[in-house]
């Protein structure tokens, strides 16, 4: 996430409504990727989320049918806001929600709304448990729904620990059920051939074993031995599935947070960068990327471990935990690497031979 100008020079940042210097209200838009002063009678206006709830910093065209801003037109149900809290949790999800969309547009991966798409468009529905109808986190055919209590930061904490997941975050959590629900758009519905299907099956495994038995042994059974070398997270073990969301959720932590060191001008010095056991053959993948130059996923790696210690380090003095608590080894760089290479392919930022698309450049010169 890169920082913002206001008109008047001061810096601005993606959640802001406000501009501190010159008193300006102020909000995010998504067409120009600017934050814009909201004048009274200007060409901009803020999402009704925003104007009615104060959960939302979008902003839509003024003279818009719809009040609500892209990132808003893809909720179906909003939580019952007569709840004591719920305004709150529901701000936090929002928010989150926001940050992932941001990464989504940058990486040219937009999300389409159901109201837009009948067949493979997205919905959110946000939702409370109630005594006798919990609500579990998930995907299902292009719906997402999130748990409310997700938000509340002693809920989540004691998830955290049960479930034994160091990094159980909001902006986790949509990562995560929009990495199945491309799956299920690209793999399921057919946007992607059955040669990627297969290299997939060759890198993560074998999607046809039954879910639901994979997931019941996971849980009374705990992860395999030694899964800390093949997988990003014990969850991961779990199913193929499992694992495609994992990474794909971890690949954006990297990229969004190489966005924002970035922009800062953070660097951890080149002292600190053990990149040297990823040979480029070890990231090698069966086709259709079997002739991908791997040199821009490398710059990626290459700069994410030169970050991580120092922000390892800055997390702990500060009197926190490691804010970075994971291992890549080659086969979780590997599969890193296939996210890389599906997000360039689908977004039609690859060549047949080799990816036009170095992220890291393209980082590089929107810090410039």
Not at 59 to 73: E, F, G, I, R, W
Request: charged share 20%; glycine share 6%.
């Amino acid at each position: 996430m890169k920082p913002f100008t206001c008109p008047c020079s001061n810096i601005l940042f993606f959640e802001n409504t406000q501009c501190l210097k010159c008193g300006s209200n102020v909000g995010y838009d998504a067409a120009s990727d600017s934050m814009k002063i909201i004048e009274p009678e200007g060409k901009l206006k803020q999402c009704a989320n925003g104007t009615q709830h104060g959960v939302c910093n979008w902003l839509v065209p003024a003279d818009s049918a719809n009040p609500l801003c892209d990132a808003c037109q893809l909720n179906r149900t909003i939580p019952d806001l007569s709840v004591q809290g719920n305004g709150e949790r529901w701000a936090r999800m929002e928010a989150s929600k926001r940050r992932v969309a941001y990464s989504m547009h940058h990486l040219g991966l937009p999300i389409i709304p159901r109201t837009q798409d009948a067949e493979t468009g997205l919905i959110f529905d946000f939702l409370q448990p109630m005594p006798g109808a919990p609500v579990i986190t998930g995907h299902d055919f292009g719906i997402i729904t999130l748990n409310m209590e997700e938000a509340d930061d002693a809920i989540r904490e004691s998830n955290r620990q049960k479930f034994r997941e160091p990094h159980r975050s909001l902006v986790g959590h949509f990562r995560h059920e929009l990495a199945h629900y491309y799956w299920w758009v690209w793999f399921e519905k057919g946007t992607i051939d059955i040669e990627l299907l297969n290299s997939f099956r060759e890198v993560f495994g074998d999607e046809r074993q039954d879910y639901g038995t994979a997931l019941n042994n996971y849980y009374n059974g705990g992860p395999p031995s030694g899964w800390q070398g093949t997988h990003i997270s014990e969850y991961s073990t779990a199913h193929p599935w499992e694992d495609w969301a994992e990474t794909w959720a971890h690949y954006l932590h990297m990229t969004d947070a190489l966005e924002t060191a970035d922009t800062f001008g953070l660097s951890a010095g080149r002292q600190h960068v053990p990149v040297t056991r990823f040979p480029k053959e070890s990231v090698s993948l069966p086709a259709p990327f079997a002739n991908v130059d791997p040199g821009a996923f490398m710059d990626i790696l290459y700069h994410w471990a030169m970050l991580t210690p120092a922000i390892n380090e800055m997390s702990l003095s500060l009197g926190q935990r490691d804010l970075y608590p994971f291992v890549l080894t080659p086969p979780i760089v590997r599969k890193l690497h296939f996210i890389h290479c599906a997000m360039e392919r689908v977004s039609g930022k690859m060549t047949e031979k080799k990816p036009v698309f170095n992220l890291w450049s393209v980082l590089r010169r929107k810090a410039a």
